[in-house]
């Protein structure tokens, strides 16, 4: 026997869920421990430029791709998708004119094996990040500058040396999943081959542009920290993975 929710109750739960999502999304998109004062000119490259810095391309170029840049626009479109899913799926065709064109358009909008892994990978690399927010502590910061607590080997850190980035790819591939499709959201008002298109677009920020931004933020960090720790940094390097244990 299966058990089935109520179809009242999955509707409800699922934008709940979706809503908390877009809340740790936008929380985990902003610096925990910004810059205490702020220069003149307000852009990133002088906003995290501190005599402690080193080279930061991300921070002077790359940015503007960075899924923090956008944060208020995710913002919207995951709220926007959570309040879609509420709707009994008679009555969401009213909200989303292209929703019964779009190809197995409710799979993204309820509870299914679909939204459930997605929802999943999603809430594990939020839960990482905030594990490296917190075992960081103050020394979490968007740009580059000697940890004020020394360097960090223990707690989530204690096999990856970068948690909080592959936290970041988990979160910005889920949302691509979940909110950036065709037979989702931005399918409601425009015509399929747009939709496709945009998506498509989507999938490379996602999978090439920001795993390739924070690519050259590692490298530029790992430098910085083997100039800070020397023998330290090297000894912590040889016994740990980038990313992922036994991966990368």
């Known amino acids: 026997m299966v058990f089935e929710m109520p179809v009242l109750l999955s509707q409800i739960t699922f934008t709940l869920i979706t809503l908390a ?4 999304i936008r929380y985990t998109n902003q610096d925990p421990n910004p810059p205490k004062s702020e220069p003149a000119e307000k ?4 906003y995290y430029a501190t005599d402690t810095t080193k080279k930061d391309t991300l921070m002077a170029a790359g940015f503007y791709l960075t899924p923090a840049k956008h944060i208020n626009a ?17 009555q969401r065709v009213a909200l989303c004119p292209n929703y019964n064109n779009a190809p197995r358009s409710g799979t993204v909008f309820a509870w299914n ?4 892994f997605t929802l999943a990978l999603l809430w594990a690399s939020l839960l990482l990040r905030l594990a490296a927010y917190s075992n960081l502590g103050s020394s979490f910061t968007y740009f ?12 989530v850190h204690r ?9 970041l790819f988990g979160i910005t591939l889920g ?16 015509p399929a081959p747009v939709a496709y298109l945009l998506e498509g677009l989507f999938w490379v920020w996602g999978v090439f542009l920001v795993p390739g931004v924070f690519w050259v933020r590692v490298r530029e960090e790992e430098a910085f920290l083997a100039e800070e720790f020397g023998e330290e940094w ?6 740990t993975w980038r990313f992922a244990p036994g991966l990368i």
């Open 21 to 24: 999502t877009t809340y740790l």
């Open 74 to 90: 995710i913002t919207l479109v995951g709220i926007a998708h959570a309040l879609l899913a509420l709707p009994p799926e008679a």
């Open 175 to 190: 949302m691509v999943l979940l909110f950036f499709r065709a037979r989702g959201l931005i399918g409601c008002w425009l």
């Open 234 to 239: 090297a000894a912590y390097v040889a016994r």
């Open 144 to 155: 580059i500058t000697k940890p004020s607590s020394g360097l960090k080997t223990t707690g």
């Open 43 to 46: 852009s990133p490259a002088n």
């Open 113 to 116: 094996l679909y939204t459930t």
């Open 159 to 167: 096999s990856i040396r970068h948690p909080s980035y592959t936290g």
